[in-house]
């Protein structure tokens, strides 16, 4: 629970930090500014629209790793380059948009599903807490420290998604599980999926072992009928 507590703010923190530093990073961008506030809104609308579909059919960890991922992976090579090719850096920054948002659509579906019920509208509440706190950053980043160093803003906009979709590797996954309903559940939930994991480890090493054991007398068994063989060959001649 206390892992929970610590990484669904922090999460939030750093995913509102690229949400909001794409758009606001245009003037360091370059290009037409008015298209690409649209494109940035074409990409946001889109992970709306089929957000039923990823909250139904997918995992939350891969979906918002794999998102978190991808959204500062383009950031960051989006620096390397060149305004020559200028098509390049829009389709990874639009990707990169429209990835950020789609770990922002499923956040609140996920927030929802962590938080036991006694506890879920002040977790919810605290992880939105943490978001605001990234939305308060961002524009320092955008426009104070692009001022020096126009890569700066990238660099750190990617080290959020890369940092972001680490840290979901430590949440659980909630996808088809009832809601807990109190901090015990979450923690009985927890211990269980751990003695899962560990059971499917013993199971896999056990059979490993077996099928080697097995593999060791069949070739034991071979070699033996080879030398018995050979015995009678060497004594016949």
């Known amino acids: 629970m206390a892992t929970i507590v610590i990484i669904t703010p922090l999460t939030w923190f750093l995913m509102a930090i690229v949400y909001l530093g ?62 020559e090719i200028w098509w390049l850096r829009w389709i990874l920054v639009m990707v990169a948009m429209e990835m950020i948002s789609t770990t922002y659509m499923m956040s609140y579906v996920w927030a929802a599903e962590l938080y036991p019920t006694v506890i879920r509208s002040r977790g919810s509440c605290s992880c939105s807490l943490g978001g605001h706190f990234g939305f308060v950053i961002a524009p320092f980043i955008t426009d104070f420290l692009a001022k020096r160093f126009w890569w700066l803003p990238n660099i750190i906009l990617g080290l959020c998604g890369v940092v972001a979709g680490a840290l979901v590797f430590l ?25 899962k994991h560990s059971c499917d480890l013993h199971n896999l090493e056990v059979s490993s072992n077996v099928r080697s054991k097995d593999d060791s007398s069949r070739k034991s068994a071979i070699g033996g009928n080879y030398e018995y063989q050979e015995s009678l060959l060497c004594s016949r001649t």
């Not at 088809?176 to 927890?190: A, F, G, I, K, S």
């Open 22 to 83: 794409i758009p606001l990073n245009v003037n360091n961008f370059g290009g037409n500014p008015f298209i690409y506030m649209a494109l940035t809104g074409v990409m946001e609308l889109v992970p709306t629209i089929v957000g039923v579909v990823f909250s139904k059919r997918f995992s939350r960890v891969p979906v918002m790793s794999i998102s978190f991922f991808a959204s500062g992976l383009c950031c960051l090579v989006v620096i390397a380059v060149t305004e």
């Open 171 to 195: 949440l659980p996954e909630t996808k088809d599980l009832n809601l807990c309903e109190t901090m015990q559940d979450v923690e009985e939930r927890w211990k269980a999926s751990k003695r």
